[in-house]
């Protein structure tokens, strides 16, 4: 347990949790929509900190990103807990465990500990990923301040709903982001996912401002999201607000892995092909499909000419550009390396 990081103290014993966009204001002993921030005495504690209940080196692919560190392996860190009640989660039996079974658990690891996993397995990045990062802030925080003096690069995969003192906070020492962008619809947010839509879209504006890369995902759902209309919202927000050369993943949903929507169908690949198209025309150089293995539209072609610049399969890679640039045309491919 530890003291959070950003909330503010009312009276009678109330407080205000300012760590995601909920804003949540609980009574004393009250726990928080993420199940793992409560008022004690009129101050707000992180139920999570060094309870790690994920760790796992992962391709960098995995999470998904393509363009930032491609072909290296990521350490790879959760605690449980959610800001969201996604009825599609995968990850469900973590991010929901304490709002289910009202149970915090997790092996103790010190930052320090963390940092010295990703040393010895000479991962060049930290990620901060299956649930959301969001709720175990501080712990992250503290993780990413000492990855950053050891030249760790530090990726949060996460649902963007963040409050903006969050984000204030942790920007300087973030370097990557994956951020899902659920639907265009508000009211697919509230009703799905216990969130809001405008929270999510105003993160990633100011993530852009600061310059951090961004890489966006959405998972397309039958019946849900899957219309054309908007899927062309959510393309031409990516290509007007985030820039033409913002990975966008749209990727397979699956029915049997989901929390509450196993009654719908897993979505088929002509689907993600539409949004595939979709997001070309509207002028996304890069757009990725996902969940679907041998799809050409995993792969990484030169926007100028068309020639294949990186191949993937399984997230394993193989790597035909030169350092970053198109190898017939010598197009840049807005890839983030190593930086040696």
């Known amino acids: 347990m530890k003291k959070a990081l950003l909330f503010k103290k009312l009276e009678n014993k109330l407080a205000q949790c300012q760590n995601c966009s909920h804003y949540c204001i609980l009574k004393n002993n009250e726990v928080g929509k993420c199940g793992v921030r409560q008022n004690i005495n009129g101050e707000i504690y992180s139920l999570v900190y060094r309870k790690i209940c994920a760790l796992h080196i992962d391709p960098i692919e995995k999470k998904p990103l393509f363009h930032f560190l491609p072909g290296t392996y990521s350490l790879s860190i959760a605690t449980v807990g959610c800001p969201f009640g996604c009825l599609n989660c995968q990850n469900w039996q973590i ?202 539209s995993e792969n990484t072609y030169c926007p100028h000419c068309s020639t294949l610049a990186i191949e993937r399969k399984n997230f394993f890679i193989h790597r035909y550009d030169k350092k970053g640039h198109c190898p017939s045309c010598g197009e840049d491919l807005n890839i983030i390396e190593l930086q040696k």
């Open 95 to 296: 991010s929901q465990a304490p709002k289910l079974w009202g149970k915090i658990e997790g092996k103790d690891f010190s930052p320090q500990e963390i940092v010295k996993i990703a040393q010895e397995q000479q991962t060049p990045s930290i990620s901060y990923t299956y649930t959301d990062p969001i709720v175990f802030s501080e712990y992250a925080l503290e993780i990413m301040k000492l990855a950053k003096t050891k030249n760790i690069k530090n990726n949060w995969i996460s649902n963007g709903f963040w409050s903006k003192e969050l984000l204030q906070e942790i920007s300087p020492y973030l370097d990557a982001v994956n951020i899902d962008l659920k639907s265009f619809s508000d009211n697919f947010y509230q009703k799905y996912c216990n969130g809001k839509l405008q929270p999510v879209l105003d993160t990633l504006r100011n993530l852009k401002k600061k310059n951090i890369w961004i890489e966006v995902t959405t998972l397309i759902i039958p019946t849900l999201n899957d219309n054309k209309k908007e899927i062309t919202e959510i393309a031409n927000f990516i290509k007007k607000e985030l820039g033409e050369n913002t990975p966008w993943h749209v990727t397979k949903f699956c029915a049997s892995l989901s929390w509450k929507l196993q009654n719908l169908p897993d979505t088929p690949a002509q689907t993600l092909k539409m949004a595939h198209q979709i997001g070309k025309q509207a002028g996304l150089r890069y757009v990725y499909t996902g969940n679907i293995p041998g799809l050409d």
